[in-house]
């Protein structure tokens, strides 16, 4: 078994959406791109080296416009929002974002989001990739309840990193250092319009400029880029070292359909004991109840350092038996060795388990640890 060693080509077309910083992206060396929600989405500018020294040291920023909006609107919108999911919303005021599961009748996840309740009936859901739209319009379709369904023009363009709160202040002439975490506002900066957020995935502090008005998308690219300077700004992708240190996981690599909240630590996300009804509540009820099979964990893999991504799920095994698979994996500066994410059979998911990986380089022994490595910094260091 081997990695592809032929180059790797992605063919650019009308049938895929190009993003709002699609030239912007070309102007600053994008290295390539893979499809995201129908979108091109990069996947890196300098390297995922280069790129995660300057995301744990300084500020980075770049095109995350994959991240597809949903807009969910009508009188019944919170009800609705409530209904399609298994988190307890009691306490989602105007303003807050929530992260969120969103469950098939069945428990398993349909995909993770981010949830922004902008007004008392009106949220943007932002979510994996996926036909999450198709899903929630489904649902509304015979669900009695008045609500709208619809994919907003809204870009998400996330700025992460330790001076990301300076760049952010300097943008907007300190008007949003208040910004509490997973808070958002209306804002506007040089008559563009959009919503500011402290979300993002990056593993650390981050925020997200929702451009609401395409065509100012490299406009706005452009502003960025000019005030990061001061703070050694860098565009880059999502990071994959950062993200597997930081325990963020990806829909359709680290989890998917088949597997439910608990299996991958987030049972926080599922309350079945709030008294309205959700989709999967049951067969939440239950699996909580039974416990799972398996559990996503960290694994730490001894061996040469790990350039270069899985192309395909790695086996995990106990000698002759396969016991669960690797999504992703790199090496980790910081921890000093190769670290990844897996989901494996319950009886080896306790701490300190030992064993083997079969990847393309050989097998890898390996040490199943809790994850994150490093949790973000969500101070903002304005001081």
Known sequence: MSESKLPLLIGIGTRIRKSPYYESNLKYGVTGFTVYNKMY???????????YESLIN??????????????INGKDAYKFVRYIQPRNLEKCEIGFCKYIILTDMDGGIVNDACLLRLEENKFWISPGDGDVILWLQGIAINSGMDVSIHEPDVSPLQISGPKSGKLIQKL?????????????????LDDI?????RTGWS???????????????????????????????????PNTIRTIEGGLLSYGSDFGREHNPFTIG?????????????IGKEALKKIKQNGTKEKLVGLELEGDP????PENFWPVNDKDKKVGRVSRAYYSPRVGKNIALAIVDIEYADEGTIVSVDSPYGDFESKVVNIPWFQADKDTHLD
């Open 193 to 197: 319009p959009m919503v500011i957020a």
């Open 266 to 278: 987030f049972g926080r996300l599922v309350d079945v004991d709030q008294e309205i009804d959700f």
């Open 41 to 51: 989405l990069p996947t890196g500018f300098s390297g995922p080296e280069k790129e």
């Open 172 to 188: 907007f002439n300190g008007e949003h250092d208040d910004l509490g975490y997973y808070k958002a506002r209306q804002t506007q």
């Open 306 to 309: 790990l350039t270069k991504a």
């Open 203 to 237: 593993g650390e502090l981050s925020y997200e400029l929702y451009l609401q008005d395409r065509k100012l998308g490299n406009k706005l690219f452009e502003l960025v880029y000019e005030a990061a300077e001061e703070f050694n700004g860098r565009v880059i992708a």
């Open 58 to 71: 300084d500020v980075t920023f770049g095109d995350f416009a994959a991240e597809r909006q949903i807009e």
